[in-house]
C-alpha cells in the first residue's frame, strides 16, 4: 500500500473549525450507525443534484468522522469524468494508479490504495475514460467494491451530481444506499426533486439528506434538533465539490 497526504485544502473536523461544524458530522455519523445497525449499508454513495454543492467535502469529513470511532474505511472518487479528492487532499494524481486503471484491470485495488494523514485510505480518480457511465456501472466496478468489503468496513463512493449526468444513479445499483447532500439556497427545488426522482427510478436507497452550508445565524436554527438521517452544517460546508 502506497502512503500518501499532506495537508487539506478544505476544513476538516480534526482542525479548527466551529463546533457546530464537527458535532454535525458526530451526529450524521450516529444517524448513519443507527441506519446501519444491521451490518447493511456499507457501501455508501456520496452525490448531490449540482456541482458546487460540497459533496466532496462532506465525503472527506464523513471517512474521518468514522475512522474516529474504528472504522476501517475506503473513499473512492467515483467521478470518473472530473475527480476531485485528490486536489482536496493534496494527493498528487497518478496515472498509473487509480480507479480508471483498476477497473481497466491495468494494476489490482491493493497497489493502488493510498493511505492518508487522516485515517482512511482512499483510490483516487485518473484521466476519464471513453465510457464513463458503463465503466462505473460494469461488473469490474461491482468486483472491485466487493473486494473492498474484504478490508474495509465502509466503503464511501464520491459521485457526480445525478442532475448533470448518470453516474451517480447507475453507480447506486451496485452500492447499499446513497447520502444525498443539499447546499443551502444553492439548487433550485426543481433541481433536486429532479435529482432525487433519478435516483429514485432506479431503487436507490437514499439514506439521508445532508443540509450543506446551512447558515447558523439563522434564528429559525435556534429549535433545530437532529432527526432521523439529516444532519446541518456550517458555512464550512461551501467548500468542496
Same mark, same amino acid.
Given at each position: ?7 487539506? $485544502? ?11 461544524? $464537527? ?40 471517512? +474521518?468522522?468514522?475512522?474516529? *470511532? ?8 467515483? @467521478?470518473?469524468?472530473?475527480? $476531485? ?5 493534496? +494527493?498528487?494524481? @497518478?496515472?498509473?494508479?487509480?480507479? /480508471? ?54 466503503? *464511501? ?9 448518470? @453516474? /451517480? ?7 447499499? %444506499? ?9 439548487? !433550485? ?6 435529482? +432525487? ?6 431503487? /436507490?436507497?437514499?439514506? %439521508? ?22 444532519? !446541518?452544517?456550517?458555512?464550512? %460546508?461551501?467548500?468542496?465539490?
Amino acid at each position: 500500500m502506497k502512503n500518501a497526504g499532506r495537508i487539506p $485544502s478544505i476544513p476538516l473536523i480534526t482542525g479548527k473549525v466551529p463546533f457546530e461544524y $464537527s458535532e454535525a458530522y458526530k451526529a450524521l455519523r450516529t444517524n448513519f450507525n443507527f441506519a446501519a445497525v444491521d451490518g447493511g449499508n456499507r457501501k455508501v454513495i456520496i452525490t448531490s443534484a449540482i456541482p458546487d454543492e460540497g459533496k466532496s467535502s462532506v465525503a472527506i469529513n464523513f471517512a +474521518i468522522s468514522l475512522t474516529q *470511532i474504528g472504522k476501517r474505511v475506503l473513499l473512492i472518487d467515483a @467521478d470518473l469524468r472530473k475527480p $476531485s479528492v485528490h486536489l482536496y487532499l493534496n +494527493i498528487k494524481r @497518478d496515472p498509473e494508479h487509480n480507479i /480508471a486503471t483498476v477497473l481497466a484491470g491495468s494494476v489490482t485495488l491493493e497497489e493502488s490504495i493510498i493511505g492518508t494523514v487522516h485515517g482512511f485510505d482512499v483510490l483516487i480518480g485518473g484521466v476519464t475514460p471513453p465510457n464513463p457511465a458503463e465503466l462505473i456501472s460494469s461488473h469490474a466496478m461491482d468486483a472491485l467494491l466487493g473486494k473492498a468489503l474484504e478490508t474495509y468496513d465502509y466503503v *464511501i463512493c464520491d459521485a457526480p451530481p445525478v442532475g448533470l449526468v448518470t @453516474d /451517480a444513479a447507475a453507480l447506486s445499483t451496485l452500492c447499499d %444506499g446513497v447520502l444525498f447532500v443539499v447546499r443551502q439556497g444553492f439548487a !433550485k427545488k426543481n433541481m433536486v426533486q429532479g435529482a +432525487i426522482h433519478k435516483l429514485h427510478t432506479v431503487n /436507490a436507497k437514499i439514506l %439521508g439528506i445532508v443540509m450543506n452550508h446551512y447558515d447558523l445565524s439563522d434564528a429559525s436554527t435556534k429549535d433545530y434538533s437532529y432527526y432521523g438521517h439529516y444532519g !446541518k452544517y456550517g458555512k464550512y %460546508g461551501k467548500y468542496g465539490k
